[in-house]
């Protein structure tokens, strides 16, 4: 039996998320007040009490999500997971509880892709798309074709689990997917209100920026193997931490094979660690076995 914490992405945040945390826990709200002062602005304003619209930009969610993640988990009282993984931005999160980032740097970090992903959106106008009940090998084979048939960007982005696959892609490649898709038999194919295609080769003005900082950062040895996005295989080398990381911004979230290769490995409870119970249902639908819990 072994003991796996997750932490969510982008997408789980709520209005109200961390005030909770703030308001009862000594240690929370200083690290909440140390972030305030990382950022050079009063995230925990918009956290406690924006609206769901300032509360939506990247630049706001990926740091609000994060520190909901990385305070909730350092509130536990001597939390050992055996493993760790976190969904697109809870990799840094769990990078954080896992003892390979600071707080500080973590933050710094997330800050920094927050702002490089919104700069990229708005240099390559471009959205997602849910795709439900179609295997995943088929939506592949499709995106591939629109690609060469069309010179649009279109791929797998989010491997959720099974018979969830979210595409990224340009805004007309989306529209030519979810046409085929819907047409090849998918359930829905469901454009996101997203501000860009997030895991996808449009990223790479972000991920070029964020390479230099993660390059620039230290790294350390985990406490715990680390199932990263891109290989879904546990990873304990920090400069292959690095490198995956790096490699994440344009390559796909490979969650549905993480939770598969950590139940594999020994994994059966999964305590998600931040805002919702998104990772928590993803789980379910990938193991039956798994017991999930979750930690705001």
């Not at 998320?17 to 308001?23: I, S, V």
């Not at 950590?262 to 039956?288: H, R, W, Y």
Request: proline residues 5%; hydrophobic residues 40%; glycine residues 8%.
């Amino acid at each position: 039996m072994k003991h796996a914490f997750v932490f969510p992405g982008q997408g789980a945040q709520f209005n109200g998320m961390g005030k909770a945390l703030y308001e009862q826990n000594d240690k929370a709200r200083g690290y909440f007040e140390q972030a305030n002062g990382i950022l050079g602005f009063r995230i925990t304003d918009i956290m406690f009490s924006g609206t769901t619209e300032e509360l939506k930009e990247t630049k706001v969610t990926q740091p609000a999500v994060f520190l909901h993640s990385v305070i909730a988990y350092k509130t536990l009282e001597n939390p050992k997971p055996d493993m760790v993984a976190g969904h697109s931005l809870g990799e840094f999160s769990a990078l954080v509880a896992n003892g390979v980032l600071s707080f500080e740097d973590g933050l710094r970090l997330v800050s920094i892709r927050a702002q490089a992903m919104q700069k990229a959106c708005e240099i390559n106008p471009s959205t997602m798309a849910a795709i439900l009940a179609l295997p995943d090998e088929k939506v592949k084979e499709i995106c591939l074709q629109i690609e060469q048939d069309s010179n649009e960007i279109v791929v797998p982005a989010n491997y959720n689990c099974p018979g969830q696959l979210v595409i990224s892609g340009s805004l007309k490649g989306i529209d030519l997917a979810c046409a085929a898709l819907k047409e090849a038999g998918a359930k829905r194919a469901l454009v996101l209100p997203v501000g860009g295609a997030f895991h996808s080769p449009l990223m790479e003005p972000a991920r070029e920026e964020l390479a230099a900082a993660i390059q620039a950062t230290s790294f350390h040895r985990p406490q715990a193997p680390v199932y990263q996005n891109i290989t879904a295989t546990a990873v304990t080398d920090p400069q292959a931490i690095k490198s995956n990381l790096i490699a994440q911004l344009t390559g796909a979230v490979k969650w549905t094979q993480t939770i598969q290769q950590m139940v594999a490995d020994g994994a059966t409870n999964f305590t998600e660690c931040g805002p919702g119970k998104v990772l928590q249902g993803l789980i379910g639908k990938i193991s039956k076995e798994a017991v999930t819990d979750g930690i705001q």
